[in-house]
């Protein structure tokens, strides 16, 4: 299984600015997936995050407000930007390793928006 | 439309009481499934998985669950709940390696609450 930290664990942050949240794998992985988990929600997939190109993202998502960078097969960034109280979630990254079968999830982000 | 259904929004039970939290399926082929939980304030740990061949899978913390085609269903289990088993569950299924794609679709979740 894959171990997934994620950093920071949770940030306040004023409307209009924005977070930068990290995602690292402790080893190599095909595919790599952010999450948002609205307050009492369960998980909607925001994006897939493609290593070297631009990531896909889900009906709803943007690039604009959601940029993803996977520079590698360990790696990647969640920017949340332009931020207003409705951004206020968890953020989770999830990997998949080489066998491809399973997805494992990080600690998550507890994003607040004042 | 692939859809994955949590009935029970919220269960209480008391320490030392068995458990079944209910999921059913709608998917094209058989997906493969999961249990995951999720502690407050935690991410999503995996419980299990269903690939194929015994349909009664065990767990970690003493879950198991059973799949049953017949009716789409992959329900988890407990024979006695401790007060650390207090989480939000998810069910949810995903396509098979094969398929050449991996988005997986969760159910809702299920609320525990154990009372001591």
């Known amino acids: 299984s894959a171990v997934i930290s994620q950093k920071p664990s949770r940030d306040i942050c004023q409307r209009g600015t924005s977070l930068t949240i990290q995602c690292q794998v402790d080893s190599q992985v095909t595919m790599m997936f952010w999450y948002r988990q609205q307050p009492g929600q369960s998980l909607t997939l925001i994006a897939t995050a493609n290593q070297g190109s631009e990531a896909t993202y889900e009906s709803g998502f943007v690039i604009d407000k959601f940029p993803i960078s996977r520079p590698n097969l360990t790696f990647s960034t969640l920017t949340v930007s332009n931020l207003s109280p409705e951004d206020s979630s968890i953020y989770l990254c999830s990997a998949i390793g080489w066998v491809g079968d399973t997805q494992y999830f990080g600690p998550g982000t507890r994003l607040t928006v004042l | 439309a692939q859809s994955v259904t949590q009935p029970d929004i919220h269960i209480t039970v008391s320490e030392g009481a068995s458990l079944e939290l209910r999921c059913n399926y709608s998917?094209?082929?058989?997906?493969?499934l999961f249990w995951y939980v999720q502690s407050p304030g935690q991410g999503l740990q995996l419980l299990l998985k269903y690939f194929s061949g015994d349909t009664l899978v065990q767990g970690i913390k003493g879950f198991e669950a059973e799949f049953k085609r017949s009716q789409s269903s992959f329900n988890l289990r407990k024979p006695s709940v401790h007060w650390s088993d207090a989480a939000e569950y998810f069910c949810a299924v995903g396509p098979p390696t094969t398929s050449g794609t991996y988005k997986y679709i969760f159910g809702t979740g299920t609320r525990l609450k154990v009372l001591a």
């Open positions: 998917y094209g082929a058989t997906p493969y």
